[in-house]
């Protein structure tokens, strides 16, 4: 069992930047490739980022390459999502999880905990 709490989350002006946060606790943190995934009112659930164990490789949604980076620091059992050059239709609430398995894997339903979510609104 693994338990997710993110923070960092705020309002922010378009073209601002936020760092999100995901502590862990619980069974060991470095076995999980992590991800963010975000949801806006009225949408499915999509995929932002993922980082491996290692975090040797990194994966982005196209809508978010070049903006946000996701990092992660297994001594502190954190992964962290930096974004910048934020446009309002960033605005959602964000979730980390994570994902027993390697390669790239983006649909929700392959990640088996998940967060509570930290609320990002961005203002034009």
């Known amino acids: 069992q693994v338990q997710l709490v993110e923070s960092g989350g705020g309002l922010v002006q378009a073209g601002g930047s936020l760092r999100l946060s995901c502590a862990a606790s619980?069974?060991?943190?470095?076995?999980?490739?992590m991800g963010w995934f975000r949801q806006a009112p009225g949408k499915e659930r999509e995929f932002v980022a993922r980082?491996?164990?290692?975090?040797?490789?990194?994966y982005y949604a196209d809508s978010v390459t070049g903006r946000f980076t996701i990092s992660r620091d297994n001594a502190k059992n954190t992964v962290y999502l930096q974004m910048n050059s934020l446009k309002p239709e960033d605005t959602a609430v964000y979730y980390c999880?994570?994902?027993?398995?390697?390669?790239?894997?983006?649909?929700?339903?392959?990640?088996?905990?998940w967060g509570q979510g930290t609320q990002v609104t961005v203002s034009s």
């Open positions: 999880a994570a994902d027993y398995s390697g390669g790239v894997r983006i649909g929700r339903n392959e990640y088996v905990y």
């Open positions: 619980g069974r060991s943190f470095s076995n999980y490739a």
């Open positions: 980082i491996n164990r290692s975090a040797g490789s990194t």
